[in-house]
């Protein structure tokens, strides 16, 4: 079973619709990350939590909220889902490992939940 | 100025070829660098992690020069399998930044026969 899963993975939906897409983790990782990506874009930022009661903003977080209901699952919303909000969502996890004074962390993301709104 | 700026390619090299990436980032506290390898519809997955004494693993060789805020990856004699979106990613250390990767907007490279 993959360790980071995402649901949905295709979701189809209307402008002004409130949807919730969902990631849960089998890693142990306190640290967990929402991000979207864009062609010409990368990946972007939207919210992250370091430990269940830890929710921080990243570069694009209006329109969304996140919730953070167990170390295993994080979930992000959209409240009035608009057209611009069409992208591939990503979830992901990661655990730093602190080595000669720096931090070397690895993010491991889900499969993606491709979002069109129409 | 985007703070990790990639060349967007595409890359496009025959099999067996050398190519390499390129990759600047913005500020100067960058702590942490990576390669991550996109497949196409698929989920960024770690390559290699990027050390200041340069790294070797197999054909890909990564290279860091902090004073130029640089980094680079070769590939060499490329496979068909190496066809894949290549991003470059810097952790911004500092205060609570740790774990707070930023993305490329990645290199495209194919790889024909």
């Known amino acids: 079973d993959a360790d980071v899963t995402q649901t949905p993975r295709n979701r189809i939906t209307k402008t002004g619709k409130r949807i919730m897409l969902e990631c849960s983790q089998t890693k142990g990782h306190d640290r967990m990350y929402w991000y979207r990506q864009d062609p010409g874009l990368g990946l972007r930022l939207i919210y992250y939590?370091?430990?269940?009661?830890?929710?921080n903003k990243g570069e694009i977080s209006d329109g969304y909220s996140v919730s953070r209901q167990a170390q295993a699952k994080f979930s992000l919303s959209l409240e009035s889902a608009i057209p611009n909000q069409t992208a591939l969502y990503f979830c992901?996890?990661?655990?730093?490992?602190?080595?000669?004074?720096?931090?070397?962390?690895?993010?491991?993301f889900g499969p993606g939940t491709r979002l069109l709104v129409l | 100025r985007k703070e990790v700026e990639q060349d967007p390619g595409p890359f496009n090299v025959p099999e067996g070829a050398t190519v390499a990436f390129n990759c600047t980032y913005s500020n100067s506290a960058s702590q942490s660098f990576f390669w991550y390898r996109q497949d196409c519809r698929k989920e960024p997955k770690l390559l290699m992690s990027v050390y200041s004494s340069g790294n070797e693993d197999g054909r890909f060789t990564a290279q860091l020069n902090r004073a130029s805020q640089y980094i680079s990856l070769l590939i060499r004699d490329s496979k068909l399998s190496d066809s894949a979106t290549y991003l470059c990613v810097v952790n911004f250390a500092g205060g609570t930044s740790y774990g707070k990767l930023t993305f490329g907007q990645g290199t495209i490279l194919t790889v024909h026969p």
């Open positions: 992901a996890t990661s655990d730093p490992l602190w080595t000669s004074g720096t931090v070397q962390e690895t993010q491991y």
């Open positions: 939590s370091f430990d269940v009661k830890d929710i």
